[in-house]
């Protein structure tokens, strides 16, 4: 009854999720000139199992880019929630790698290792920060050199609202 008075009266009164991102940067990479044309139509299943089955089991270590001819990078940024109410981060897209997606950096006796993270909650008039040494959005498999001062489109996809769109300037770490 009370919620009907307060949808007629005032229709922002509404829950909803207002997001933006903030700070965004990735880190620069260049792809080897030999090689790069060999490995870069080879898709490896065994890899993606190791991303998908790898929860607590045997993690990759943090370096990114382990393998010559399948260059890494990694996105960060802030997204603020500037809404009365949650909302969950999902997945990305990036059109400059062949895989993208949420992980998380953690420091494990000494050690730092990377999981991959299916979705990640926003909190109402929250923040949540992507950075180095935490939450990442790794690219894989990258399609072109990202050099400094050129940018690279993402696509945040989220529970309930629209994807948020953001070009990303590429950065030195
Ligand atoms: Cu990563």
Known sequence: MLGLVLTACAPRAQASAALRVENAWARAAAIP???AQAASGAETPSDMGGMSGGMGAQTPP???GAMPGDVS???YFVIVNDGNAADTL????????DRASLHQTRIVNDVAEMVPVASLVIPAHGRVEF???GY???LEGLKQDLTVGETIRLSLRFEKGSPLVIDVPVRQP
């Open 33 to 35: 000139v030999t090689g």
């Open 62 to 64: 943090a370096s990114h």
């Open 73 to 75: 990078s990694a996105v």
């Open 90 to 97: 999902t997945g990305v897209d990036c059109a400059a790698a």
């Open 131 to 133: 950075q180095p040494g």
């Open 136 to 138: 990442h959005v790794m």
